[in-house]
Each structure stands twice: as C-alpha cells, then as structure tokens.
C-alpha cells in the first residue's frame, strides 16, 4: 500500500526566503507525482504534475523535483511571499493496473511572515 | 468554465437523518472523484469514477455510503443514516482523463450533530 509522507508538517518562514517542502513517497512504481496548494477553508488547486518519466517542472517561483529511485520529491519555493501562506500537499498515482487513484500526503502548513 | 460545482456549501444534520452532497464536474471531463477530509485523517479518496462507472470504492466507510453517477455532468454522495463520525468536509474533483491534473470543488462542511 502506498504512503505518501511531508515533512515537515509546519514551517514557518520570514518573507523573501526560499524554500524546500518534501515528500516521500513508499512505493517508486508511480505514474506521477502532483502537488496541490490548499488555503484554509477552500478546496485544492493543482500547482504542478511531474511525470515519472520527468525530472522536475517549473512555474513561476515554484520548482518541483522529482528522484523515483529513491522515493522523494521536493516542492522549492523561491523568494517567498506572504501571499504564498497554505497548505501544500503531494500526492501519487500508482503505474499498473487500472486504477489510476491519487494517495495524497498530510500536507506542509507553510507562513511566510511579512 | 465555473469549475467543479459542491452544493450545498454546508449542511448541519442530526444524527440519523440521510445526507446528499452533489457534485457538477467540469465539462468535458471523463473522471469523477469524491473524497473526505480530515484534521486525523486527512485527504482520503472514497470512490472514484470513469466514464460514469465506479472504478475505486475501497474508500467508502461502510454500507452507510453510497454514490452515483447517473450521467456525465452529476454524481451525489449520500450518507443514510449519517453519524457523529461522519462529520468533515466532502470535496469532489474531475479530469480529463483518470491520470491528468485533478480540479477540485470549493467542498461541502458537513456536521452531524
């Protein structure tokens, strides 16, 4: 069973920084790897989508990687901004089969203080 | 496109009484995906569908829950009867296809009291 696992679970960072989020994940047969952006109270919005095939995407400030062999992603954020507060979530979607559902982690709450 | 549409927004219930969410997918979108979040568990897939048929259910809780997807614009969810335990938040997501960018809904806070 696939487990998907963020650390850390908060951060709290002052504005203009960058930084890293991570996700790892138990099982490398993945399809891809997805991260979502969650502010309070409101429903998900998908940021980027790396396809096993690919080593990292790019948008904006946002740069996401991604090692299969090893089980992990990295969501970097560059020159952080207030505006940027939420919750990040990864999530995965197993090779195989047909069931193509997403295992998502538990999330990185990130404050960028002004 | 108005996105993912979740209706009602909220819903306050008591213990016992039978709950319908709804969900309007983006159209053109081919998979449908309801899933349930909370702060213990948090996001967890319930079903999923594809071209209108269930393809993942091992999420659902129990018999309590049940979903359908009569046509390709609306799916519900329905608890009967609804419990304590059953209150979190319920989203609904579409795709173009089952592994492409998921949208999700704005989400429906139920509370059963």
């Known amino acids: 069973k696939q487990e998907v696992t963020q650390i850390p679970a908060a951060l709290s960072v002052p504005e203009g920084e960058n930084l890293v989020l991570n996700c790892s994940f138990t099982?490398?047969?993945?399809?891809?790897l997805q991260w979502f952006r969650q502010d309070p109270g409101k429903g998900l919005t998908s940021l980027l989508l790396?396809?096993?095939?690919?080593r990292e995407q790019t948008s904006g400030r946002l740069n996401a990687s991604l090692d299969k062999s090893s089980g992990r992603s990295t969501l970097y954020i560059a020159a952080s901004q207030p505006g940027d507060s939420a919750t990040y979530l990864c999530?995965?979607?197993?090779?195989?089969?047909?069931?193509?559902?997403?295992?998502f982690g538990k999330g990185t709450l990130l404050t960028v203080n002004p | 496109d108005a996105g993912v549409i979740q209706s009602p927004r909220h819903e306050v219930t008591e213990m016992g009484q039978e709950v319908t969410l709804r969900c309007k997918p983006i159209?053109?979108?081919?998979?449908l995906f309801w899933y349930r979040q909370t702060m213990m568990r948090g996001l967890e897939l319930l079903i999923y569908?594809?071209?209108?048929?269930?393809?993942?259910d091992s999420g659902m809780p129990e018999d309590r829950f049940s979903a359908k997807m009569p046509n390709a614009s609306f799916s519900t969810l329905k608890i009967q009867p609804s419990e304590p335990r059953d209150s979190a938040v319920y989203f609904c997501?579409?795709?173009?296809?089952?592994?492409?960018?998921?949208?999700f809904g704005p989400g429906t806070r139920l509370l059963v009291l």
């Open positions: 997501a579409s795709s173009f296809r089952q592994v492409e960018t998921q949208y």
């Open positions: 790396i396809q096993s095939s690919q």
């Open positions: 099982d490398s047969a993945i399809y891809n």
């Open positions: 569908f594809n071209n209108n048929v269930p393809i993942d």
């Open positions: 999530a995965v979607i197993n090779s195989g089969g047909s069931n193509y559902k997403l295992t």
């Open positions: 159209s053109g979108h081919n998979s």
